[in-house]
């Protein structure tokens, strides 16, 4: 997508954007109040962020061969760890907010799709010591990364599945009863966001939280966002620019949100 179209779509969703006093649901309304608003800190987090200053400086090259839909910023296949951790790490903010929601709603079987360097990895870890984190990563040099990240955080929780999502995530789903929340941030086309949601639907319940990430990423994730929305089984969603929210729970039926205005997130 060519600028202009980015900054149309930016000025679209400002102009939409609500914050949860916007919001009629009272139950959806207070759960964005507190995932939002939540202003206990921790100290981990800090640890997690001291981290990722040091990925942000390492000058090492990586020999990298994408196996997803690749960075709309870095086409070269020898990458800087810096280069990477600038474009590719989910910000500290959305970390938070998905720690969060795992707190919220006491999420103990977590996946992820895309690890990178294991800084959401670890925040998602980090939000219940008691849960399990899943996390799928395609390349062996960043996923060697992301495992020093893991021991440098001492960080016990996570399971590093390394392959391409289409024979890790089979496997995984395989070997597990349901999955409480996942996070898909790897592969942004349409049709492997739409499959690797279908797969992960089979083993959701009620209260399963699915955040993707980058829907405004491409014209192909817009679609598959707006496809997701649509989605017969998907009772709510929220719509926070950089990545968006997707509920199944009845309580929050009816309501397709586009939540900032108060919390700019660009
Ligand atoms: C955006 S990064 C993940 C960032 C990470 N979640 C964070 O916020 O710290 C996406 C990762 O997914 C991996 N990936 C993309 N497509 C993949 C695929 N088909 N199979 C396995 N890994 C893939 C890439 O190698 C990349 O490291």
Redesign the pocket.
Known sequence: MNFLSKLKDAGIFYRKANTYKDVENNDLADLIYRILEDKEHSCSFNNIEKVRKILLKDEKVLNII???AGSNKIKDHLRTVKSIAKT???SKWQCELMSNIIKEFHCETIL?L????G??ASYLANANRHGIVYT????EP?ATIAMQTFARLNIKNVRLLIG???VTLPTILDNMDDIDFAFI???HRYESTLKYFEMILEKSHSTTIIIIDDIYWSQGMKNAWNSIKNHPKVTATLDFYNFGIVFFNKKYAGNHTVINSKYKIL
């Open positions: 994408d196996p997803g590719s790490l989910s992820e895309g690890t990178s360097f800084v959401s799928l990563e395609g390349s960043i391409d999502f289409d941030d790897g592969n």
